[in-house]
């Protein structure tokens, strides 16, 4: 069975300090990469990564996917205390169904 | 564009009655999926639906639940008899269709059986 693994759990950093969210997937018919940012409320769209290499990249966050190692990255440099939240990512597959990791809970202490 | 609508929004019952939760997906969309989403277990997708019919429901946990889509602006999430363990934020999201389109969340009701 599909399955998507967020790295790490949680994790805590200062006001102004660079952090790399990782996901990584095991896949029979990959069709994309979601990342998505929850606060204390629904799921909100960040981006969709379909091919291998290319970067998204949104104000402060960026992300990339890597199809041959099976992983993505979720980059935010310049933390504020807004960016604090449970990060998602999902892998589309067949049917256009997601299968979800368990999310990163980000804090950003000011 | 009012986004995916929800109702209730929040919703506290007792064990043993019957829960029914509201969704508007956002017009124009065929797809729409149930999720239930607890500390434990993280988000599940219970159902979804494609132009009204149900896809695929091997989320839903129990006879208890069930879902319908009587038309392309709503449908409806029902727990029969409701028991603690249902308690959770039941989100709705929908998409258009094509293959690389994302899913846009409800609100989410909080629910609470006691």
């Known amino acids: 069975e599909d399955k998507v693994v967020q790295s790490p759990l949680s994790l805590v950093v200062h006001e102004g300090d660079t952090v790399t969210l990782n996901c990584s997937y095991e896949?029979?018919?990959?069709?994309?990469l979601l990342w998505y940012k929850q606060e204390k409320k629904a799921p909100t769209f960040l981006f969709m990564l379909?091919?291998s290499g290319i970067e998204k990249k949104s104000g402060r966050l960026s992300s990339i996917l890597d199809k041959k190692e099976l992983f993505s990255i979720l980059n935010i440099t310049a933390t504020q205390t807004g960016d604090s939240a449970v990060y998602l990512c999902a892998e589309t597959y067949s049917n256009y169904q997601l299968i979800w990791g368990a999310g990163t809970k980000l804090i950003i202490k000011p | 564009d009012a986004g995916v609508i929800q109702s209730p929004r929040h919703e506290v019952t007792e064990m043993g009655q019957e829960v029914t939760l509201r969704c508007k997906p956002i017009s124009g969309h065929d797809y729409l999926f149930w999720y239930r989403q607890t500390m434990m277990r993280g988000l599940e997708l219970l159902i979804y639906?494609?132009?009204?019919?149900?896809?695929?429901d091997s989320g839903m946990p129990e006879d208890r639940f069930s879902a319908k889509m009587p038309n392309a602006s709503f449908s409806t999430l029902k727990i029969q008899p409701s028991e603690p363990r249902d308690s959770a934020v039941y989100f709705c999201a929908s998409r258009a269709g094509g293959t690389y389109n994302e899913q846009f969340f409800g609100p989410g009701t909080r629910l609470t059986v006691l």
């Open positions: 896949v029979t018919n990959f069709r994309s």
């Open positions: 379909t091919s």
């Open positions: 639906f494609n132009n009204n019919v149900p896809i695929d």
